[in-house]
């Protein structure tokens, strides 16, 4: 079946840093999501790209649909203490008449310290 | 109220018990979706509903039995369950079960069989 390989599993950081991962699909996407969770939380929606090739910003955070479209990086700059938390990723493939069916990665942790 | 709601947010039961969780939408979406997230694993599709049909069920035990009485609200009923069941129960909905594949998760409910 359908898997989505995000790395890294873990991060350690200072405050300020910046951060990237990413999520690789062995099968293509036409949409790309990054949600954030904290502990004892849903997941929130951070970013949507709905194109190959496409940069999007949300503040401080920066997404990219991988040209190839099995892949997508999130970037988060200048990292403040409230970035921690668990980012996954996630892919839907939209193919007539099947459901909105989302393929989720399996989480980087944040750790960001102060 | 805002989002996506859901009730109780923690649950403790005995393996014997019947007990229902409940998921309440207040974006005009209609598709809705439960979802199962265990430590360490990704998150787990349960079941879609668009228009108030189910759509999906991913083979999900029969001691699971899932409601949609209309386009707001979902519920999950529950009855004999394994301490295996024990996890966190999200509930996400959509604009369309065929959309462009954004969610919106609600804050989970921790459930503990014991």
């Known amino acids: 079946g359908q898997q989505l390989n995000q790395s890294p599993q873990s991060m350690f950081i200072q405050e300020g840093e910046d951060v990237s991962m990413n999520c690789t699909s062995s099968?293509?996407?036409?949409?790309w999501l990054w949600y954030k969770q904290d502990p004892g939380e849903g997941p929130v929606l951070l970013i949507a790209?709905?194109?190959?090739?496409e940069l999007t910003s949300n503040g401080r955070l920066t997404a990219q649909f991988g040209i190839t479209r099995k892949d997508s990086f999130l970037n988060i700059s200048a990292s403040i203490p409230s970035d921690v938390g668990i980012y996954f990723c996630?892919?839907?493939?939209?193919?007539?008449?099947?459901?909105?069916?989302?393929?989720f990665g399996t989480g980087t942790l944040l750790a960001v310290q102060p | 109220e805002t989002g996506v709601t859901q009730t109780p947010r923690h649950l403790v039961m005995g393996m014997t018990n019947k007990k229902s969780l409940k998921c309440e939408q207040h974006?005009?979406?209609?598709?809705m979706y439960w979802y199962k997230q265990s430590a360490k694993k990704p998150l787990e599709l349960m079941f879609v509903?668009?228009?108030?049909?189910?759509?999906e069920n991913n083979s999900v035990p029969s001691r699971f039995s899932p409601e949609c009485p209309n386009s707001s609200h979902l519920f999950l009923h529950l009855h004999t369950l394994q301490p295996e069941d024990s996890a966190l129960y999200l509930c996400?909905?959509?604009?369309?079960?065929?959309?462009?594949?954004?969610?919106?998760f609600g804050p989970g409910t921790r459930l503990t069989v014991t």
């Open positions: 790209l709905y194109k190959a090739g």
């Open positions: 996630a892919g839907h493939l939209h193919y007539g008449g099947a459901t909105n069916k989302l393929i």
């Open positions: 996400a909905s959509s604009q369309d079960q065929r959309g462009a594949g954004e969610q919106y």
């Open positions: 974006l005009g979406h209609n598709a």
């Open positions: 099968s293509i996407f036409n949409t």
């Open positions: 509903y668009s228009l108030e049909e189910r759509v």
